[in-house]
């Protein structure tokens, strides 16, 4: 059964203050890594899609990288608008079904 | 990416009932699944709707407590029957869009008194 680990559970950071959140995984047979952001109230955002190990993606202040057993999602400068929760998900070969994990709730400061 | 709607929003109801939940998509897709976020809690697959066949269900799901229908490629209904209040949660669908990647809509938010 895949599984997907992310920490911390809840990140607070100064506005500028750049961090790191951690997804790690266990799946037989890896298709892909997705990021999501998910603001209260309403459904996941996607942001980027990792397939293989030394893979990376950025877009604004956020950087995607992915090894073989883990992903990091790092922001840098963030801002308050960055405040929400992130959710990482493995897909297991070709079935498309997504196995998520607990999510990292952001909160910057200003 | 495709736009997704699902009606309704949010929804208060007694135990014992029934709600049935649409989720449109502006363009035809293939793949479509329904998901429940229990408060504080992650995004759990619940089924996949097949176009034109029975729903495909996860383990701890039945077709009896979460019927599907899936009439054609953009429209999907998910009914939750004989609610509970462990019924309360977010139920979402999504879509495989472009680069194989899945959309979300934007919820709906359900609390079962």
């Known amino acids: 059964e895949d599984q997907v680990t992310q920490s911390p559970e809840a990140l607070r950071l100064q506005e500028g203050e750049s961090s790191s959140l951690n997804c790690s995984y266990t799946?037989?047979?890896?298709?892909?890594l997705f990021w999501y952001r998910q603001d209260p109230g309403k459904g996941p955002e996607f942001l980027f899609t990792l397939y293989s190990a030394g893979e990376e993606k950025e877009k604004e202040r956020l950087k995607a990288t992915l090894t073989k057993k883990e992903s990091f999602l790092h922001i840098t400068a963030p801002k308050p608008e960055d405040s929400a929760t992130y959710l990482c998900a493995v897909e297991d070969r070709y079935d498309y079904k997504l196995s998520f994990g607990a999510g990292t709730t952001v909160t910057v400061r200003a | 990416s495709a736009v997704i709607s699902q009606k309704p929003s949010r929804d208060i109801c007694q135990r014992g009932t029934s709600l049935t939940i649409q989720c449109q998509v502006d363009s035809q897709v293939t793949m479509m699944f329904w998901y429940r976020q229990q408060p504080g809690q992650s995004l759990t697959l619940i089924a996949t709707?097949?176009?034109?066949?029975?729903?495909?269900?996860e383990s701890g799901f039945v077709i009896d407590k979460f019927p599907i229908s899936r009439p054609n490629l953009t429209f999907s209904t998910l009914t939750v029957s004989n609610m509970s209040p462990e019924d309360s949660s977010i139920y979402l669908c999504?879509?495989?869009?472009?680069?194989?990647?899945?959309?979300f809509g934007p919820g709906t938010r359900l609390t079962v008194l």
């Open positions: 999504s879509v495989v869009g472009g680069a194989d990647t899945q959309y």
């Open positions: 799946v037989s047979g890896l298709r892909g």
């Open positions: 709707a097949n176009q034109g066949s029975e729903a495909t269900y």
